[in-house]
């Protein structure tokens, strides 16, 4: 069974910074790596799909990245409502709902 | 516009069942798996199931064999989750979610529904 590790559990940045999260699996994945955001008391949404594709109403400032083993979410200008847990999850290998511990982006 | 709506918040006895619902709209109702997922308070996403709607065919983690059954009517685009036996450790919020297959990304998802445990 993959596990997904992400990292850091915990982010403190300020609007307007960069922020770059990471996903690693423990067995390549390929690109089938998706994103989730998360915000309190709330279901999660669907952000970045296989690797780098961008959700349906997501904006540019969400981007992603890697292959393999190595996945990473970027926000490349965070504005106030991005600050919510982001969940990796991948579907290239059975169990099909494997998800990523989450990163808790905090405002700093 | 594509929704799941989630059946209110249950209350229950260790033991005792429950049943989830979730109403879809704004899509073919079969030509989507549904999945479900749980979260406990303050913890991460675990996978429960899922199940195909036009074949009423399912799949349930590890985790949840033999106490998850997975259902759906078709006639009112309705997906069902049962959970038996219920457990202290089975409190957390349930959510269906809508995927293109059964492996596959879960877009969009319900509000979700919370399950208390409790004696």
């Known amino acids: 069974e993959i596990v997904l590790t992400q990292s850091p559990a915990t982010l403190s940045l300020s609007p307007g910074d960069r922020a770059t999260l990471s996903c690693r699996a423990s067995r390549s994945v390929r690109t089938y790596i998706a994103w989730y955001q998360q915000k309190t008391g709330q279901a999660p949404r669907l952000l970045i799909y296989d690797t780098s594709n961008r959700a349906t109403g997501i904006p540019a400032r969400f981007s992603g990245s890697g292959s393999g083993t190595d996945f990473t979410l970027t926000i490349s200008s965070l504005e106030p409502e991005d600050f919510a847990v982001y969940y990796c999850q991948q579907r290239s290998n059975w169990p099909p709902g494997t998800f990523g511990q989450g990163t808790k982006l905090e405002i700093k | 516009q594509v929704q799941l709506v989630q059946s209110g918040a249950e209350v229950k006895r260790p033991g005792a069942s429950v049943k989830v619902s979730c109403k879809t709209s704004g899509y073919t109702f079969t030509a989507y798996h549904i999945y479900w997922v749980r979260q406990a308070p303050g913890q991460g996403l675990e996978w429960v199931g899922w199940?195909?709607?036009?074949?009423?065919?399912?799949e349930v983690a590890e985790g949840f064999q033999g106490r998850v059954t997975m259902t759906r009517d078709t006639s009112i685009s309705t997906a069902y989750m049962e959970l038996n036996r219920l457990t202290f450790d089975d409190t957390a919020v349930y959510f269906c979610a809508r995927a293109e297959g059964p492996n596959n990304w879960l877009d969009p998802w319900g509000q979700g529904t919370l399950v208390i445990v409790s004696s």
């Open positions: 199940i195909n709607p036009r074949t009423g065919g399912t």
